[in-house]
C-alpha cells in the first residue's frame, strides 16, 4: 500500500491524534493491517465495524496499553511516549474493570491522576475527583463499593477516571455497551459539553445510538483494515458483514489511507 | 509481667510484630492481582536459596554455616518472583510456571542441603518457622526489610493500586507500569523471606493473604482493607506468639489457625448482618 505520507514522516501538526499505517500483533497474530486514523481538536471520530474487526484492539495501541509491531503514532504532534499520554484519558472497556480487592469509586476515579512522573496524587485530587463524579451525576457513589454498582454507573465511574485527567484527547472503548439509557442520555450529554470545550474524542461503537450527532466522521474497520473514512454508516450490521460492498468505500485503497491521515480536516 | 523482662520473648514479639504488620501490605497488592498463591510458588524457591545459602556456607568454611541462609534466600526469592512476573507479563500461564516453581524449589532444598552435609531436620525450621530461635541481629535484618516493605508499599499505595487494578488504564496514563510490576514482585519476595522466619515457607502465604480475607468482609475501600490487614496481621501473629509463651504449642501454626478461625467467624458474622438488612 502507498500512503501518502511515509510511516516514518513526521507527524502532522495541528492533529489531537494520529496513527498511520499501525500494525499490531497479539500472540503471534497479526491483528491490524495498517490502519490509519487522524482527529482535529474538537473533532469526534468513532472507530466502527463488527466483532473482531480490531477496532479495540486499535485504540489500545493509540493508547499504548499494548505495543504496535510498525507505524507511527502521536499525540498533539509528539511521538506518543509515556510523557505525552499525560493529554490522554482512556475510557476501557468496562470488564478490565475489576480487581480481587473491593475499591470504593473515589478510589477508582483517584488512580487516574497518577501518571508519567506522577507517583503519588497531587495536591487538590479529592476536589478533582469530586468535580469529576459529579459531571456524570455519580457524586453520590464516591463511597460505593464499584463491583456492586450496576453496569451504566460502572462505566460513568470509568468515564471519571478518565475526565479527572482534563484530558485534552478522550479515547472511549464501548462506552454504551451493556449501559442503560439513563446513563447513555448521561453519557451523551457528557460528551457534547466535552466536544464544546475543544476537546477531540475517539470513540469506539458498535452503534452509533444516542450519539448520532456529536460523531464527526467514522472510521470503519474490517479484519483489521480500513474500509470505509467518512459519514458515518447508518446500518452497521450490514457494514460489518465481511466481504460486503460498501456504498461508500474508496475504490483505491490508498484513498482510503489519505481519508484517514487527517487531510480532509475537521468538518 | 516478668515474662516480657525476658529478652527472648521481647525478640520474639518484637518480630512477630514487624512481620505481622507488613505481610498483609504485599498481600492486599496480590489478592488485587489475583496471585494469592505467589507467595507459595516464591516461599518454595527461597526454601532452595536456603540450602544454597547453606551450601555456600559450609564451603567457605563458615563457623556458623547458616550464616548465609538468609541472604540465599533473599536472592533466590527475588528471582523467582521476577520470573513469574515476567511470565504474567507475557500473558503465560503463570499457575503452571508456579506449580514447577513449588516442585522445583522444594526439591532443589532438599538436594542441597544434603549436598552440604545438613540433614532435612535442618530445613525444617524454615517450613515451619523458628521464631523461638531468633537472635537480635535477625531482628534487626527483619525490622530494616519490614520497614523497607512498609515505607515502599504504603508510599507508593496510590500507583500500585493503579497498576494492580486496571494495568492498562495504567499503562494509559503513562505510569511506568513495568517497573511497579517489578516493585510488587520484590516485596513480595522480600516480604516472604521475612515472614519465612515466623510462620515458615509453608505458612508464609497464608500471612500475607488471611489478614486481607478478613479485612474484605469488614471495609469495601481498597485503602481500608489494607491498613485494617495491618492490624489484623500484628494482633494474629502477637496473639499467636503470646499463647506460645505459656503453651507447648508451635507458634507459625498456631497464627495461621488463629487467622483461619477468624476468617470463619467474620464470613459467619458479616453473613448474618447481611441477612437481616435488605439488599442495596
Known amino acids: 500500500m502507498t500512503a501518502v505520507s511515509p510511516a516514518d514522516a513526521a507527524p502532522a501538526p495541528g492533529l489531537a491524534v494520529e496513527a498511520r499505517d499501525v500494525r499490531v500483533s497479539l500472540q503471534g497474530t497479526e491483528i491490524l493491517h495498517g490502519v490509519s486514523l487522524s482527529a482535529a481538536p474538537g473533532e469526534v471520530v468513532a472507530i466502527m465495524g463488527g466483532n473482531g474487526s480490531g477496532k479495540s484492539t486499535f485504540v489500545r495501541a493509540i493508547v499504548g496499553a499494548i505495543p504496535h509491531d510498525q507505524g507511527m503514532i502521536s499525540i498533539f504532534g509528539k511521538d506518543a511516549t509515556p510523557d505525552a499520554r499525560r493529554l490522554i484519558g482512556y475510557v476501557p472497556q468496562r470488564v478490565s474493570a475489576a480487581g480481587g480487592v473491593t475499591a470504593t469509586a473515589h478510589e477508582v476515579v483517584a488512580s487516574g491522576m497518577l501518571g508519567y512522573r506522577t507517583l503519588r496524587p497531587p495536591r487538590g485530587t479529592a476536589e478533582r475527583v469530586k468535580e469529576a463524579l459529579d459531571s456524570l451525576s455519580v457524586g453520590d457513589l464516591a463511597r460505593r463499593d464499584v463491583s456492586r454498582l450496576s453496569g451504566g454507573q460502572q462505566q460513568r465511574i470509568l468515564i471519571a477516571r478518565a475526565l479527572v485527567r482534563k484530558p485534552e484527547l478522550l479515547i472511549l472503548d464501548e462506552p454504551m455497551a451493556g449501559v442503560d439509557l439513563q446513563s447513555q442520555v448521561a453519557l451523551a450529554h457528557a460528551l457534547g459539553h466535552l466536544k464544546e470545550d475543544g476537546v477531540s474524542i475517539v470513540i469506539v461503537l458498535h452503534e452509533l445510538g444516542a450519539l448520532t450527532r456529536l460523531i464527526d466522521r467514522a472510521v470503519v474497520l474490517e479484519h483489521g483494515c480500513v474500509t470505509h473514512v467518512g459519514e458515518p454508516p447508518h446500518d452497521l450490521g450490514v457494514h460489518a458483514l465481511p466481504g460486503h460492498d460498501h456504498e461508500h468505500a474508496h475504490e483505491d485503497p490508498a484513498q482510503s489511507t489519505r481519508g484517514t491521515l487527517g487531510l480532509e480536516g475537521p468538518r | ?280
Not at chain 2, 32 to 49: K, N, S
Request: net charge positive; proline share 2%; glycine share 12%.
Open chain 2, 1 to 280: 509481667m516478668s515474662i516480657l523482662a525476658e529478652p527472648l520473648v521481647q525478640r520474639m514479639l518484637l518480630v512477630g510484630l514487624l512481620v505481622g504488620m507488613a505481610a498483609p501490605i504485599v498481600g492486599t497488592y496480590l489478592v488485587q492481582r489475583r496471585m494469592a498463591l505467589l507467595g507459595d510458588g516464591v516461599g518454595h524457591v527461597a526454601l532452595a536459596g536456603v540450602a544454597a545459602g547453606w551450601l555456600a556456607g559450609s564451603a567457605a568454611g563458615f563457623a556458623q554455616r547458616d550464616v548465609l541462609a538468609v541472604p540465599g534466600a533473599v536472592i533466590f526469592a527475588i528471582a523467582g518472583a521476577v520470573v513469574i512476573e515476567r511470565m504474567r507479563a507475557k500473558g503465560e500461564a503463570a499457575d503452571v510456571v508456579m506449580a514447577i516453581l513449588f516442585y522445583g524449589g522444594i526439591a532443589t532444598g532438599v538436594l542441597l542441603i544434603g549436598m552440604a552435609g545438613g540433614s532435612n531436620a535442618n530445613l525444617l525450621g524454615y517450613l515451619f518457622g523458628s521464631i523461638s530461635t531468633v537472635t537480635w541481629i535477625d531482628v534487626w535484618i527483619t525490622a530494616g526489610l519490614a520497614l523497607a516493605i512498609v515505607g515502599i508499599g504504603l508510599g507508593l499505595k496510590s500507583a500500585l493500586f493503579a497498576v494492580t487494578h486496571d494495568q492498562e488504564f495504567a499503562r494509559s496514563t503513562g505510569l511506568p507500569v513495568g517497573a511497579l510490576n517489578l516493585v510488587v514482585a520484590v516485596l513480595a519476595a522480600v516480604t516472604i523471606t521475612v515472614a519465612m522466619r515466623v510462620v515458615g515457607v509453608l505458612l508464609v502465604s497464608a500471612l500475607m493473604i488471611l489478614p486481607v480475607a478478613i479485612a474484605q468482609h469488614l471495609t469495601r475501600s481498597f485503602s481500608r482493607t489494607m491498613y485494617l490487614a495491618m492490624g489484623i496481621g500484628t494482633v494474629l501473629t502477637l496473639a499467636g506468639v503470646s499463647i506460645t509463651l505459656t503453651q507447648n504449642l508451635q507458634p507459625g501454626a498456631l497464627i495461621v489457625v488463629l487467622g483461619v478461625v477468624a476468617y470463619v467467624a467474620t464470613t459467619a458474622v458479616t453473613g448474618l448482618l447481611r441477612r437481616g438488612r435488605p439488599a442495596s
